[in-house]
C-alpha cells in the first residue's frame, strides 16, 4: 500500500474530507463541528459528482439574445420594440448575469461523495482540482499502488 506524505483535503459549504495516513477524517455541522473518522476499509468508493452546465448555459445563452434583440430591435419588421425595447434588454441581462454565475459555479465546483459502510458522505461545493486529487489518491490506495 502506498504511503501518504501529507494529509489531503478538500473542503466545502457544508463540511471537509481529509485523507490521512490511517483512513478519512470527515467533518460536517456547523462550523465543522461534528467530526468522525473512518478506515480505508470501511469506504467503499469516492465520487466525484458535477452537476449539468447545459441548462444554465442554454438559460444564458438565449438571455443574451433577448438583450440583443430587444436592444438593437432586430425583429423590427415583426415587431416594435422601440420604447420596451431597453427595459427588456435590461430585465434579460439581469437574468443572464445570474444564469451566468450559476453556469460558473457548475463548472468550477462538484460535490465529493463518500460511500461507506455507514451512511455516505456528501460534501458539497469542493473546488474541482482538490476533489480530483482527493479521488485519485484514494483510487491509488485501493488499488494498492
Request: overall charge positive; charged content about 15%.
Given at each position: 500500500?502506498?504511503?501518504?506524505?501529507?494529509?489531503?483535503?478538500?473542503?466545502?459549504?457544508?463540511g471537509s474530507i481529509a485523507l490521512s495516513h490511517d483512513g478519512f477524517r470527515l467533518t460536517q455541522g456547523r462550523a465543522y463541528?461534528?467530526?468522525?473518522?473512518?478506515a480505508?476499509?470501511?469506504v467503499s468508493a469516492v465520487y466525484v459528482q458535477r452537476k449539468s452546465v447545459v441548462p444554465s448555459a442554454t438559460l444564458t445563452i438565449l438571455m443574451a439574445i433577448i438583450v440583443l434583440v430587444g436592444r438593437f430591435n432586430l425583429i423590427w419588421f415583426v415587431l416594435?420594440?422601440?420604447?420596451?425595447g431597453i427595459v427588456i434588454s435590461w430585465i434579460a441581462s439581469g437574468i443572464g448575469l445570474v444564469f451566468a454565475i450559476v453556469t460558473l459555479l457548475r463548472l468550477l465546483f462538484v460535490n465529493v461523495l463518500v460511500r461507506c459502510s455507514g451512511d455516505p458522505f456528501v460534501v458539497r461545493l469542493v473546488?474541482?482540482?482538490?476533489?480530483?486529487?482527493?479521488?485519485?489518491?484514494?483510487?491509488?490506495?485501493?488499488a494498492g499502488v
Amino acid at each position: 500500500m502506498p504511503t501518504l506524505e501529507e494529509p489531503l483535503s478538500c473542503h466545502g459549504v457544508n463540511g471537509s474530507i481529509a485523507l490521512s495516513h490511517d483512513g478519512f477524517r470527515l467533518t460536517q455541522g456547523r462550523a465543522y463541528s461534528q467530526s468522525r473518522k473512518i478506515a480505508y476499509s470501511d469506504v467503499s468508493a469516492v465520487y466525484v459528482q458535477r452537476k449539468s452546465v447545459v441548462p444554465s448555459a442554454t438559460l444564458t445563452i438565449l438571455m443574451a439574445i433577448i438583450v440583443l434583440v430587444g436592444r438593437f430591435n432586430l425583429i423590427w419588421f415583426v415587431l416594435d420594440l422601440s420604447r420596451i425595447g431597453i427595459v427588456i434588454s435590461w430585465i434579460a441581462s439581469g437574468i443572464g448575469l445570474v444564469f451566468a454565475i450559476v453556469t460558473l459555479l457548475r463548472l468550477l465546483f462538484v460535490n465529493v461523495l463518500v460511500r461507506c459502510s455507514g451512511d455516505p458522505f456528501v460534501v458539497r461545493l469542493v473546488p474541482v482540482r482538490s476533489a480530483k486529487r482527493l479521488a485519485n489518491r484514494f483510487s491509488e490506495f485501493s488499488a494498492g499502488v
